[in-house]
Structure formats: C-alpha cells, structure tokens
C-alpha cells in the first residue's frame, strides 16, 4: 500500500487547492480559523485574538492579515508569510498524502466538496516540485524579505492593495528553498533535476510561473529589480523551454466567463501582465520577446476566443514581431480574428505597461478599442512611407508590395483584402476600382483553365420531324 500510494496522488491537488478551495476560503475566514478572531478589513482579514497570535506566532493580532481574493496563507506585517498547508502541518510544507489531507482539512473548513480530488492519478513529482516552489516564492513577497520587490513593483505602477492577489514571487535564498523543499519530501536529486537551484543569480529577483492550458507550471521566469544589474534582465528556469506553451497567462483568461474572454490582448512583456490585471484588464496575456506562435492561436477558437488584439512594445523589435505574427497568422486555417494596436499610437510610451503609467488604465483601454484590422494594418505598412503627395514611381511601389501580399491571402480573409484595396488606395491616391483591377490582374491567382470538353460525335437515333396534319 505504501508504495502504491508513493506512486500515485490524486487529481492535480494543488490546482483544486488554488482554484477552488482558496477562493472559497476567503469568504468564511471567520468561521474555518476561528482561533484568530478575523474581522473584515478594506483589503481582506485582520486577526482580532491576541492569545492566539502571541501563542502560535509571537506578535500582536493586529500584525497578522490575510489579504487578496484567494490569500495562500497569511501574512505577519513586517515579518515572514505562511501558507494555510503549512500552518496545519505544525508550521512546515505538507508532501504526499500529508498534503493531500491537508487540502482536505482546508476544503471541509471552506466548506468544499473535496471529491474532485478522489480519483487516483500517477503523480508528477516535478509539476509538484514547481507548483511547491512558487508557493514558497508567493510567500516570500509577501514577508519580510519581500521589501524592496514590492518597492519595485510599487514603482512600475502595481498598486499596494493588488500586491498579494498578484501572482508574483521572490525567489527566496537558495539554502531555504533547498531545506523547504527537502522538509516537504523531496529528494536531493528531484530538487537538482528540477532546475530551480540552478542559477546563482535567481534569489531576490521577482518571479511568475508560465502554466498550460490546464494551469499546470511547465516554467518560471525570474527578473532583476535592479535597473544596474549586468546580468540579462530575464532569466528562465534552465532545462524548460518554453516552446509550444501558450501565451503567458492565458490559463488565467481561460477562466474567465465565456462573455468576458471573447476577446484576448496579447502584449510583450510578462510583467505588463500583472501590472495591467491590476488595474482591471482581465483578459490579457504576453508573448514574451514578440514569439507568436500561430498554431497556438489557431486553437483559441475552441476557448470561445474570438478576436486577438496584438499590443506589442513600440520598438523596431515589436513591430518586426507585429509583421512576423501577422505574416503567419493569416495563413493559418482556423485562427480568430486579429487586430492591431499600431506602436506609434503609444506616443513616447515604450509599451502598454508604461502608456498606462503616463495615461490611465482607460487611455489604454481607448486604443484597444480603436485598434486596426490586422490585414488593413499589414497593407498600410508596405505603404506607410507614401502619401498621397509621394513620387508617383514610389507609390506604385508601395501598392505593388501590398498587392503582392494580399493577392497571397487565403479566401476566408476576402473581406478583409476588399477593406485593405480601399485603405491602401486611399494612401496612395488612386481609385480604388483601379487598383482592386489591378490587383485581381497582377496578384490574385488565375482561375483554373477551363477543361476541354468531350466534342466528339456520338450516334443518335434518327428522329422523324415530319408531322402529319
């Protein structure tokens, strides 16, 4: 039995721990920790019972909160931050069955029906591993060692209040991560394998977890806080690549309700992410360096995504991943609809990020909504160095390189090429009838040749037209 239970575990635990026991713990702190005493505060709980924390804890109530809609643990202001898991198990990291019985305990005390997590499945040590480990970095945030990234984060415009619902960590020193993670049950070696104490340079910096469509960690990104810092201002978890995982966030989106993910805004950067959520754009993911991979987003249709708005950074490099993305995506066969907010609409921001820390959260969502259709976009841009007052030789140049790219399009975007013929012409100062015969003359293909058809004589009964009167 005991080796039988090493190798399996239940369904994924500490998804069910996170989507649905934490969010229904929140609302009834008062009742499932009663020996706290908490009181609703602006921003969550605040512990009222004094024994209570000077016996398990060592400071005033008043110092112990559990802040966010879905708080991992609690939080003692100005110290450190323990997990809901950890305090159960005598203040260390439940592993195995200890967890799982852990995840119980919490659900019957939130009120959660825990036969979601009944069924057997074989275990991912690894998935585990990660999943405990940006626990640990959530954690650390939150406490005492967490200061100066939360000053940071302060800085770039995530308000205080959203600091802990954020999904953001610290990567806490090495020899704590590795003592955590050998008391929750793993091995020297799964904790090498891993890749998690690879890099020297990972502790202190802030950190996020790049999950799947089923919000399993398959990466982490850790980024410096120091704007002198030499080494590269993102480091990824060594041994996991990130090819084939979708957009970041996006498993977050996901679970937004069917209305509220009709659309999805793409950005570059991982951290735009958070900071944007923050101040209420839900339904946002990043690529990350302006890597768009096409067949992912050809599967979003299946998630009731039905419209992409690409915001990429207002650079030479976000731009080049705008004309990359929509080169490939409109070749795609099943692929939403795409739209483009065009960089220079940014002004002097370098991305949404800091457009929203120069305008407001509804400056931005302003642009979104004027964004350009991807086609009509991409056609402008071959011409985006006419006007109509250009050399003539120059114009025809450039609706020579948007007609060729249109003319490659398939026929599921012919609406779109008819509205690209009109903006295009426009640019360039010609008729638009003119150039759509063009176009269809130069660049559409050629109908198929008509085959010829069978002429050749057959015999026919005789038909006597003589009629008698």
């Known amino acids: 039995m005991r080796a039988e239970s090493d190798q399996q575990t239940r369904v994924p635990v500490g998804e069910f721990l996170e989507e649905t026991v934490l969010p229904a713990l929140q609302a009834r702190l008062d009742t499932a920790f009663p020996e706290f005493g908490f009181r609703p505060d602006a921003l969550g709980w605040v512990a009222t019972n004094e024994e209570t924390t000077h016996r398990t804890l060592g400071v005033r109530a008043e110092r112990v909160v559990a802040h966010g809609p879905a708080p991992p643990g609690i939080l003692i202001h100005g110290g450190d931050a323990i997990p809901w898991t950890a305090y159960l198990n005598g203040g260390q990291l439940p592993?195995?069955?200890?967890?799982v019985d852990t995840v119980k305990e919490l659900a019957a005390r939130a009120g959660v029906d825990t036969a979601p997590i009944q069924r057997a499945q074989p275990r991912d040590r690894r998935t585990d591993l990660l999943h405990d480990f940006f626990t640990l970095c959530r954690m650390e945030l939150?406490?005492?060692?967490?200061?100066q990234a939360r000053d940071y984060l302060q800085r770039r415009g995530l308000p205080a209040e959203a600091l802990d619902r954020s999904g953001l960590g610290v990567v806490p020193p090495a020899v704590d991560t590795k003592l955590l993670l050998e008391t929750a049950g793993y091995t020297e070696q799964e904790i090498n394998r891993s890749g998690v104490l690879a890099d020297g340079r990972w502790p202190g910096r802030i950190c996020g977890a790049w999950r799947?469509?089923?919000?399993?960690?398959?990466?982490l990104w850790a980024r410096t806080i120091h704007d002198t810092d030499t080494a590269p201002k993102f480091l990824y978890l060594r041994g996991a690549g990130r090819s084939g995982l979708p957009p970041y966030g996006l498993s977050d989106v996901l679970k937004l309700p069917p209305p509220e993910r009709r659309e999805l805004v793409l950005v570059e950067g991982l951290l735009d992410?958070?900071?944007?959520?923050?101040?209420?754009?839900?339904?946002?993911?990043?690529?990350?360096?302006?890597?768009?991979q096409p067949e992912s987003l050809a599967g979003f249709t299946k998630h009731g995504i039905e419209?992409?708005?690409?915001?990429?950074?207002?650079?030479?490099?976000?731009?080049?991943g705008l004309v990359r993305a929509i080169e490939r995506i409109s070749r795609a066969e099943d692929a939403p609809n795409v739209r483009v907010v065009d960089p220079e609409r940014l002004g002097t921001a370098k991305d949404p990020d800091a457009y929203v820390r120069e305008r407001g959260?509804?400056?931005?969502r302003s642009l979104l909504g004027e964004a350009e259709c991807a086609t009509i976009w991409r056609a402008l841009d071959h011409a985006r160095h006419v006007t109509r007052d250009s050399d003539r030789h120059?114009?025809?140049?450039?609706?020579?390189?948007?007609?060729?790219?249109?003319g490659k399009l398939p026929a599921r975007l012919a609406l779109e090429q008819e509205d690209a013929i009109l903006a295009v012409s426009e640019r360039c100062?010609?008729?638009?009838?003119?150039v759509d015969r063009a176009f269809r003359a130069r660049f559409w293909p050629k109908p198929p040749e008509p085959q010829p058809r069978d002429v050749s004589i057959r015999q026919e009964p005789e038909l006597d037209h003589a009629v008698d009167l």
Do not use: C, M
């Not at 799947?212 to 990466?219: N, Q």
């Not at 120059?394 to 609706?399: D, M």
């Open 95 to 99: 592993r195995g069955e200890a967890f």
């Open 142 to 147: 939150q406490g005492k060692a967490g200061a």
């Open 212 to 219: 799947d469509e089923r919000s399993h960690i398959r990466t």
């Open 273 to 292: 992410v958070h900071h944007l959520r923050a101040h209420g754009l839900a339904n946002i993911a990043a690529v990350g360096a302006a890597r768009i």
């Open 307 to 320: 419209t992409v708005t690409l915001a990429l950074d207002n650079d030479p490099p976000g731009r080049d």
């Open 361 to 364: 959260i509804d400056a931005l």
């Open 394 to 406: 120059e114009r025809r140049a450039a609706l020579a390189q948007a007609g060729e790219w249109l």
């Open 429 to 434: 100062g010609y008729a638009p009838e003119a």
